[in-house]
């Protein structure tokens, strides 16, 4: 076992240098790349985020050395600021579950590489309505066309634009307290647009609106 050591511990240690200098090679470039990529990636993501009615949101890419992994020898940390004069801070520290909801759906339809990878989206209608929540909708129903997406809502501009529709129903009634998930079919989903409108089922105006909802997806 030891005929040839010598010998063989020199041809690791010349492998070991030639890889060391492969992967810092190879690191530089993922760093170049990645600084390259931010400043368009940090526009894209406010100009989503306008959009989706974070009109004076922030978007930053933080990138710092660290020691090389898998990934590269770069620390990459997004960073957000909510409102105007509050400072950048990492996306995990200061946005609310709303924020962080539209700041992902923002990044995915910017970078959206066809995952097939399913996303879940909850609270992401949280203080929008009107023509805004009709954006987030249609964000949504464009990432659909790539993977699946499940979205909780309390808003018919969002609902409208799914392809399959669930009711979600809590009953405290019960011991323990029980939630219910419905499909609903086509006549079900019209009826539950009406009472998201806040409107009775037979207000014939809010029938109307709910169907043109459905109808400008159609």
């Given at each position: 076992e030891l005929l040839g050591a010598e010998v063989a511990m020199?041809?690791?240690?010349?492998?070991?240098?030639?890889?060391?200098?492969?992967?810092?090679?190879?690191?530089a470039e993922i760093a170049e790349a990645r600084?390259?990529?931010?400043?368009?990636?940090?526009?894209?993501?406010?100009?989503?985020l306008e959009a989706l009615a974070m009109?004076?949101?922030g978007f930053a890419v933080s990138l710092t050395s660290s020691e090389p992994g898998p990934d590269g020898a770069d620390h990459v940390e997004f960073l957000l600021a909510p409102n105007p004069?509050?400072?950048?801070?990492?996306?995990?520290?200061t946005a609310s579950g709303g924020e962080l909801s539209r700041v992902m759906l923002a990044l995915l339809t910017a970078v959206n590489t066809g995952s097939s990878a399913a996303l879940v989206f909850d609270e992401i209608d949280a203080g929008i309505g009107g023509r805004t929540a009709s954006a987030v909708g249609e964000q949504l129903r464009a990432l659909s066309s790539s993977r699946q997406v499940l979205c909780i809502t309390?808003?018919?501009q969002v609902a409208a634009?799914?392809?399959?529709?669930?009711?979600?129903?809590?009953?405290?009634s019960a011991e323990p307290a029980r939630t219910t998930v419905t499909a609903l079919e086509s006549?079900?989903?019209?009826?539950?647009?009406?009472?998201?409108l806040g409107s009775a089922d037979d207000?014939?105006?809010?029938?109307r609106h709910a169907r043109e909802l459905r109808k400008a997806v159609a």
């Open positions: 020199e041809e690791a240690a010349a492998a070991l240098t030639e890889a060391t200098a492969r992967r810092a090679l190879l690191a600084r390259d990529a931010a400043p368009g990636l940090e526009t894209e993501v406010a100009r989503r009109p004076d949101a004069g509050v400072p950048a801070t990492a996306l995990g520290e309390h808003l018919p634009q799914a392809d399959r529709h669930f009711s979600i129903a809590k009953d405290t006549g079900a989903v019209e009826a539950e647009l009406v009472r998201m207000d014939l105006a809010a029938r």
